[in-house]
């Protein structure tokens, strides 16, 4: 039997003494320790205060934190805390500040809040290196980094709970074995995409038994493959410079991949049919390597297969019966691999896919013969950059669900069929650099869904009809380099006015696969990369942000910083160009140009444009005017000066004349600027803003006009006079 432990009053007393002095020092390490909501909200308002001295404009949700005691972070935007039942013992569990204007350093107290599990800083402009401080953060489950300016080494350790980790599209370097296999105890999804890492992938990932997903794309990584791959359920590692033979034996049975990109990389020999075990494969990218030999028949027992990218490869032209069997099958890449001659008749027969892009071959022949023309699902038809000539085909106009069409740098000769103005659903038609004549078709106006007319470097002739101002999606055409003339019709500025049915549309389309491999390259056709506001898309073009952008564009989602007419501050917009350099078009400019409010490019240089340029082009909110070499007369309108983000601005080689327009000063964004051969120009060209950083190149053949001396010290360079 037990004895009882029987303790006195005084004793009693005594031992509650003891015990509150006990719990009031767990109280106290507790507060020491940051571990309590106040302590919490003591970290986020020293965050708030680092926040705060370094971006002193355009600040984020994190300046409306509020000091007032009796308000609880929780209530704060971007917070978020753990669920309690006993007033006081909520915790900080979660930080998001993604997409809100921060720059500068990262936070370096972050483990001050000791119960924080959800991180994310994403889409800011963070730089620097991640401070050693986030490796105290124990308990992170959630870390999204991704869309910043961070670099330096990679170096994580004692993050091992983590589950979800994004650092993508940043300047990290080096090896990544520092980090990896060391928290990956609990990782269940790592993008490491876009960045600058180095070094070989071989063994980072063996013991990383949770992993799912994982995305190493677009970095610098070399060696081997990765041999564990097969057990995830996607895995990209396309866009870096890993070699060597993909074996077969990678591929389990029990292989999980739902999702597999190798492309653009170093790979050869074949590819192996044991790509088959994979029997949830969805997508299949291998493009863009050195692969040979047969395509394997195996492939057409994945029947969950929706895309095959087999473009850039050295595959042998025969292309398997099986593949016929993939009934889920809508996107299929058989481009770059120099076939030739007729298009495979197999082809013809692909009649539940929706995407076909055989661009960048040198077929000759076989539109009609292969019966590709008589797909009735085809979205997507990309024949462009190929050998084939003679007519454009007609019975295409008979392809119902057509939305892009492509068929630039081919041979084609002869007239563009009206029959083309039937496709009820156009959003591209693309038949630049071919060698088309004729007039453009006046029924090319009922294409209301049209985003991108392309009709560049052919030999067309006549005039624009005025029926293209029905073209009301139209945002971007392009006729530059063709034998036009006439004048420009009025009803040309209706195009583009309302671009949002078709956006709209764009948005509600359940297609999972937006881009292919051709649209990189026909982008820099047409998002002209040489001019701004479009060209600051190329500085960050990788074939994965070329998805990203693709998806953007046709959903009309703001990529394209501009300013209305008047302002400087820009913000992020869907704008269209107007491109119709080196024809002969003559006339005057119509006024209702000053209409076209969702234009940021004018070309009309290189034509035989005369009279005075109207003074409505100042409303417009242009980064680009270009109207060199034509007969334009009079005064330059002084309401130029109003378009205060106008970045290019040539006027030369007319027969402009009167005063220097003052307001000129105003257009402090000027980064080119040519207004030599106006020989009637007279005044002084100001040397404030922008005009003391130009040359004397600028200024040429204009003898009234007076020019600062110290631009004689710089160094002359001839104007490029062929640039269209």
Request: net charge negative.
């Amino acid at each position: 039997m037990k004895k009882k432990f029987i303790i006195s009053g005084d004793q009693a007393i005594s031992w509650r003494c003891f015990t509150l002095f006990i719990f009031s020092l767990m109280i106290s390490a507790n507060v020491v320790n940051g571990d309590s909501l106040e302590t919490d909200k003591e970290a986020l308002l020293n965050l708030k205060a680092v926040l705060e001295e370094h971006n002193r404009v355009n600040r984020g949700i994190y300046s409306e934190w509020n000091v007032d005691k009796s308000i609880s972070p929780c209530q704060w935007q971007g917070i978020s805390c753990s669920s309690s039942s006993v007033v006081g013992q909520q915790r900080v569990i979660g930080i998001n500040l993604s997409e809100n204007n921060i720059s500068g350093k990262i936070f370096h107290n972050f483990s001050a809040l000791t119960n924080l599990q959800h991180l994310d800083l994403s889409s800011n402009t963070i730089g620097g290196a991640v401070p050693d401080d986030l490796n105290q953060c124990k308990s992170l489950v959630y870390l999204n980094l991704s869309h910043n300016i961070l670099g330096g080494n990679l170096v994580f350790k004692g993050l091992n709970r983590l589950e979800k980790l994004d650092l993508s599209t940043n300047r990290f370097n080096g090896d990544i074995k520092v980090s990896f296999p060391g928290i990956c105890q609990n990782l269940i999804v790592a993008n490491l995409s876009t960045n600058n890492f180095t070094g070989e992938i071989d063994s980072c990932f063996d013991e990383c038994w949770n992993l799912m997903h994982l995305d190493l794309s677009s970095n610098n990584f070399s060696g081997s493959l990765w041999s564990g791959f097969s057990r995830l359920v996607g895995f990209s590692v396309s866009e870096n410079s890993i070699s060597g033979v993909v074996s077969g034996s990678m591929f389990a049975d029990n292989c999980s991949l739902h999702d597999l990109d190798l492309s653009e990389n170093k790979f050869h020999g074949e590819l192996p049919g044991e790509i088959s075990n994979c029997r949830d494969l969805v997508i299949l990218n291998v493009g863009g390597n050195n692969f040979t030999g047969p395509i394997p028949s195996e492939l057409g027992s994945i029947s969950s297969i929706a895309a095959l990218f087999l473009g850039d490869n050295r595959f042998s032209s025969s292309i398997p019966e099986s593949l016929l069997n993939l009934t889920n099958l809508e996107f299929l890449d058989v481009s770059k691999h120099s076939f030739g001659g007729e298009i495979q008749k197999i082809f013809g027969r692909f009649k539940q896919v929706k995407f076909l892009l055989l661009h960048g071959n040198a077929y000759t022949g076989g539109i009609d013969t292969s019966g590709i023309l008589k797909l009735q699902n085809i979205s997507r038809l990309d024949l462009s950059n190929n050998r084939f000539s003679g007519s454009l085909p007609v019975e295409i106009s008979q392809m119902p669900s057509l939305n892009f069409l492509m068929l630039s740098n081919n041979q084609f000769t002869g007239s563009i069929p009206p029959e083309y103005g039937n496709f009820s659903q156009l959003q591209t038609l693309d038949l630049s650099f071919n060698r088309l004549s004729g007039s453009i078709p006046p029924k090319l106006g009922k294409l209301n869904s049209l985003l991108w007319l392309m009709l560049a470097n052919n030999s067309l002739s006549g005039e624009i009809p005025s029926e293209i101002g029905n073209c009301t999606s139209l945002l971007w055409l392009n006729l530059a380099n063709n034998q036009l003339s006439g004048r420009i019709p009025p009803e040309l500025a209706k195009i583009g006015r309302s671009a949002t049915r078709t956006f709209e549309l764009n948005r509600l389309r359940n297609d999972t696969i937006i881009a292919g491999s051709g649209e990189c390259s026909a982008m820099m056709r047409w998002i002209p990369a040489d001019y701004p506001p479009f060209s600051f898309v190329y500085t960050i073009l990788t074939r994965k942000s070329c998805r990203s952008i693709w998806d953007r564009l046709l959903k009309g989602y703001g990529l394209f910083p501009v300013c209305t007419a008047g302002s400087t501050v820009r913000t992020l917009q869907i704008s269209g160009y107007l491109q119709l350099s080196g024809n002969q078009f003559s006339g005057s400019i119509p006024s209702d140009i000053g209409t076209m409010q969702n234009f940021s490019m004018l070309h009309l240089g290189f034509n035989d444009f005369s009279g005075e340029l109207p003074a409505q082009i100042g409303q417009l909110p242009l980064v680009v005017l270009n109207i060199t070499r034509n007969q334009f007369s009079g005064q330059i309108p002084a309401e130029i000066g109003n378009i205060k983000c106008l970045q290019n601005l040539d006027l030369s080689y007319n027969n402009f004349s009167g005063i220097f327009p003052t307001s000129f000063s105003n257009l402090t964004d000027l980064t080119k600027f040519n207004i030599s051969y106006n020989r009637y120009i007279s005044g002084v060209v100001p040397t404030t803003a922008q005009f003391g950083t130009f040359e004397k190149d600028s200024y040429l053949g204009n003898p009234l006009l007076d020019v600062p001396d110290f631009m004689d010290n710089k160094t002359d360079h001839l104007p490029n006079h062929n640039d269209r």
